[in-house]
Nanobody, 125 residues
Framework: QVQLVEFGGGSVQAGGSLKLSCTAS????????GAWFRQTPGKALEAVAA???????TYTNSVKGRFTISQDNAETTLYLQMNSLEPDDTASYYC???????????????????WGQGTQVTVSS
């Protein structure tokens, strides 16, 4: 059974940094697809970043150059390093995973079978 657990959320001022971690059991990010989504109340889920089965990464435009997705050497932990945080980055962040490739549709939440419980990130101005 696959389980994803996120850590690292918190409150920071604009311009600050946070690093989110997602520890997986029953799953390795190396062979398959892992990603981060976020959601604010009343809004749809937004894809933030993904690491694909070939090791390539994809980012939504609003976080390019500020966020970095990566995985550890054991490939059971997914990270999201968030720098230059802005108030608009305030959201609940979710680690997600699916066996196989997520490809060009990485931004579609419905294709991810496994979801973490979410961790809150709050950025104050």
């Amino acid at each position: 059974q696959v389980q994803l657990v996120e850590f690292g959320g918190g409150s920071v001022q604009a311009g600050g940094s946070l690093k989110l971690s997602c520890t997986a059991s029953g799953y390795t990010f190396r062979r398959d697809c892992g990603a981060w989504f976020r959601q604010t109340p009343g809004k749809a889920l937004e894809a933030v970043a993904a690491v694909h089965s070939n090791g390539s990464t994809t980012y939504t435009n609003s976080v390019k150059g500020r966020f970095t997705i990566s995985q550890d050497n054991a490939e059971t932990t997914l990270y999201l390093q968030m720098n230059s945080l802005e108030p608009d980055d305030t959201a609940s962040y979710y680690c997600v995973a699916v066996f196989g490739s997520c490809g060009s549709t990485w931004y579609i939440p419905g294709q991810y079978r496994y979801w973490g419980q979410g961790t809150q990130v709050t950025v104050s101005s």
